[in-house]
């Protein structure tokens, strides 16, 4: 069955970077479209990036755009989101998410998602 | 697009007919998904374009609507329903509504 892992979030400093993986599993990840999704505390979902099957084309969130780098690498069935400049409204559970043949713009499987905390 | 869901949240018990509502704040067609989101767990896609139930997903959910306003329908609460249900759109950069908490 399909299975997303994420991992790498942690605790870091205002203006500090991490980078979150996402490993997967039960389907041929060369051949679809991939997202992170994010959810800050007592808040709810945000859409944060969009990579296409082969990296091509990428979309980001305003809130994002310019500091996080999202890539993959298809040898190895993993995603990336490289975050820079973080700041405190980073705080968040970093999901990645499977997108469907049908469309890019939406969520099929979903991870359990990793916590990324930005405090001093 | 803003999507607008409501309630914010509800209280229900096992059995009951529920009913949810999404806005969009313009014409999505029919590019409207719902997931559910317990907390610890992975969120998970429940229904597609509107009115398509993705595979696995129990009968007794359903959805409908096309153009701004659209409707997830639990025909008959399990205990394993509750947690935050949201509605999100399709048609371009995705956008989520706030989420309904459904307490069982």
């Known amino acids: 069955q399909v299975q997303l892992v994420e991992s790498g979030g942690g605790v870091v400093q205002p203006g500090g970077s991490l980078r979150l993986s996402c490993s997967a599993s039960?389907?041929?990840?060369?051949?679809?479209?991939m997202h992170w999704v994010r959810q800050a505390p007592g808040m709810g979902l945000e859409w944060v990036a969009f990579?296409?099957?082969?990296?091509?084309?990428?979309y980001y969130a305003d809130t994002v755009k310019g500091r996080f780098t999202i890539s993959r690498d298809n040898s190895a069935n993993i995603l990336y989101l490289q975050m820079n400049s973080l700041r405190y409204e980073d705080t968040a559970v970093y999901h990645c998410?499977?997108?469907?043949?049908?469309?890019?713009?939406?969520?099929?499987?979903w991870g359990r998602g990793s916590l990324v905390t930005v405090s001093a | 697009i803003q999507m607008t869901q409501s309630p914010s949240s509800l209280s229900a018990s096992v059995g009951d007919r529920v009913t949810i509502t999404c806005r969009a704040s313009?014409?999505?067609?029919?590019?409207l998904n719902w997931h559910h989101h317990r907390p610890g767990e992975a969120p998970r896609l429940l229904i597609y374009?509107?009115?398509n139930l993705q595979s696995g997903v129990p009968s007794r959910f359903s959805g409908s609507g096309s153009g701004t306003d659209f409707t997830l329908t639990i025909s008959s609460l399990q205990p394993e329903d509750f947690g935050t249900y949201y509605c999100?759109?399709?048609?371009?950069?995705?956008?989520f509504g706030g989420g309904t908490k459904l307490e069982i």
């Open positions: 998410a499977k997108a469907p043949h049908t469309t890019y713009w939406s969520f099929e499987y």
């Open positions: 039960g389907f041929t990840f060369s051949s679809g479209g």
């Open positions: 990579i296409r099957d082969d990296g091509g084309n990428k």
């Open positions: 313009q014409n999505i067609n029919s590019y």
């Open positions: 374009t509107s009115s």
């Open positions: 999100q759109q399709s048609y371009s950069l995705p956008t």
